[in-house]
């Protein structure tokens, strides 16, 4: 049984995984999107309950983890509701939990991309389970997978959608099947000619050309990092023309470059710091690899 139904409908606090009587200590909560606590343990869902197997990522912005029920295997992804400075946050949460829920409901149907189960209170949402493992450094996957993975970006793309987080290889999923899927679109950009069928924002109030123009340059970005990890994992299924496309690095890509690079810089030693390690925790290892037991 699929759940699509309202946010009303469910019980907020048992949702948002409120642990009651908690009071153990977590170092630099700040860094984490729900502070002290982690995903719940449970929720409730029309078709019966469903159980924690497993924590994914618990970032700054969202904790995605796997549960199991009577609909079998989905994924739920917690937006942010820690405070930070003292600042309330989960107006963040809400925000980036509503957009990226409107990029889902608009790629529906796309071969590639989880089917979107609904929200889950103000920050939650839920999307059906891919058995599979994300692309492994240098996994050798069959001959189809690019194209596949081409013809994935080229559906969101005729919806409007540019991914704009293919850069990370952990984000590519191989399933069951061999196939690819890619998920968390977080930072996606969508930008429908239509106004009113655009995600809610900031972003609605850019002029139209603006938005066109973004779009159009995030799609060129799309392409360069499929051929780029096609490059890096097939280049024997590349033609000359696609091997040279695969160094033409953009201007968009130059600039994010150069801007971010300071900003990675400073986060890097921050979480060295801190954690002890220099790079947030990534769905990119063998123990991703390895499936969940069944229940």
Request: charged share 15%; with cysteine; aromatic share 10%.
């Given at each position: 049984m699929v759940w699509r139904g309202s946010l009303d409908s469910l019980d907020r606090a048992a949702i948002l995984g409120v642990v009651m009587g908690s009071t153990r200590r977590v170092k630099h909560a700040w860094l984490r999107a729900l502070g002290i606590e982690d995903l719940p343990a449970r929720f409730t869902l029309p078709d019966g309950e469903y159980l924690h197997v497993r924590t994914y990522k618990h970032d700054f912005f969202a904790a995605t983890g796997l549960y199991e029920g009577p609909g079998g295997r989905v994924i739920l992804k917690v937006g942010r509701t820690a405070r930070l400075l003292g600042l309330p946050m989960a107006w963040l949460g809400r925000w980036l939990c509503r957009r990226e829920l409107a990029i889902y409901q608009r790629a529906d149907g796309v071969e590639g991309v989880?089917?979107?189960?609904?929200?889950?209170?103000?920050?939650?949402?839920?999307?059906?389970?891919?058995?599979?493992?994300?692309?492994?450094?240098?996994?050798r996957v069959d001959d189809a997978f690019f194209a596949r993975l081409e013809r994935l970006l080229s559906s969101l793309h005729q919806r409007d959608i540019a991914y704009a987080d293919l850069e990370k290889r952990e984000n590519i999923l191989v399933d069951a099947d061999g196939r690819p899927a890619l998920i968390d679109f977080q930072i996606s950009w969508c930008w429908p000619r239509d106004q009113a069928a655009r995600p809610r924002g900031p972003g609605r109030i850019l002029p139209g050309f603006i938005g066109r123009y973004i779009l159009t340059r995030l799609r060129a970005a799309d392409q360069y990092h499929l051929l780029k990890h096609w490059r890096r994992h097939r280049p024997d299924l590349l033609t000359a023309e696609q091997l040279h496309a695969s160094y033409q690095v953009g201007l968009l890509i130059r600039l994010h470059r150069?801007?971010?690079?300071?900003?990675?810089r400073v986060r890097r030693s921050l979480l060295k710091l801190l954690t002890g390690r220099s790079r947030s925790p990534k769905q990119d290892g063998p123990q991703f690899v390895d499936q969940p037991p069944s229940r």
């Open positions: 989880p089917r979107c189960l609904g929200g889950l209170g103000p920050t939650g949402l839920l999307h059906a389970f891919v058995e599979g493992h994300p692309l492994q450094r240098g996994e150069r801007i971010s690079w300071p900003f990675t």
